[in-house]
């Protein structure tokens, strides 16, 4: 069977990977999950202080090929290995992983219905929306604990770049969705979607 291809955007912070987490507790070895930050594109050409500053947040960012292919390998039943990313060094990681086919793929990242062909490739497209305070708090805490950045690197990045790509290219995307979600955490629209996968999984089994 062809697997389910599940996109979940929404822009920082906003409870993208709470949802993904919640889904992949519910289905176990049923889901397999690529994340979009682990395709940014690799600079090791670039000093570290000059990587500080590029904008992590614009389309362009990404290695939006890469990804295409190894979503398509997925679904033809074939692994992929995916590459990771460091944030403490902006940069691309030497480690990858691999990733095997399964009933349920997602794709979770702030700007993973932007891409047209990677909608294309979606039978289900998610979009997490959250006030933008809640947002930058949620980043701030992230960004310190799991990142190792400091708070006025953060403060700069989401002021210069974050901010405004949000609302030129991540924020856009929600009128994409198939379904727009009021938080991560949201029990209602958790049960709807975990419900549809369920149905879809279920009319696959019977055919």
Do not use: C, W
């Not at 679904?75 to 944030?87: A, F, H, L, M, Q």
């Not at 700007?111 to 959250?130: C, E, G, N």
Request: aromatic content about 8%.
């Amino acid at each position: 069977m062809k697997p389910i291809i599940i996109g979940i955007a929404g822009g920082t912070g906003s409870g993208k990977s709470t949802f993904t987490n919640r889904l992949k507790k519910a289905f176990g070895d049923s889901i397999s999950v690529l994340y979009h930050d682990n395709y940014y594109k690799a600079h090791d050409d670039i000093p570290f202080e000059e990587r500080k500053l590029l904008n992590y947040d614009h389309p362009d960012a990404f290695d939006g090929d890469l990804l295409v292919h190894d979503v398509m390998e997925l679904k033809e039943g074939r692994p992929i290995v995916s590459p990771t990313y460091d944030y403490t060094v902006h940069n691309r990681a030497k480690e990858t992983i691999l990733v095997e086919p399964r009933k349920v793929i997602i794709i979770e990242g702030i700007l993973t219905l932007y891409d047209s062909r990677l909608r294309d490739l979606m039978d289900i497209k998610i979009f997490v929306d959250a006030d933008a305070d809640e947002r930058i708090l949620r980043r701030v805490i992230r960004d310190t604990k799991e990142r190792g950045r400091d708070i006025e690197n953060i403060v700069d990045q989401y002021l210069t770049t974050v901010k405004p790509m949000h609302y030129l290219y991540v924020e856009p995307t929600k009128r994409l969705a198939d379904i727009v979600v009021n938080s991560g955490k949201n029990p209602i629209a958790f049960k709807i979607i975990k419900t549809t996968i369920k149905e879809i999984l279920d009319q696959e089994d019977e055919t």
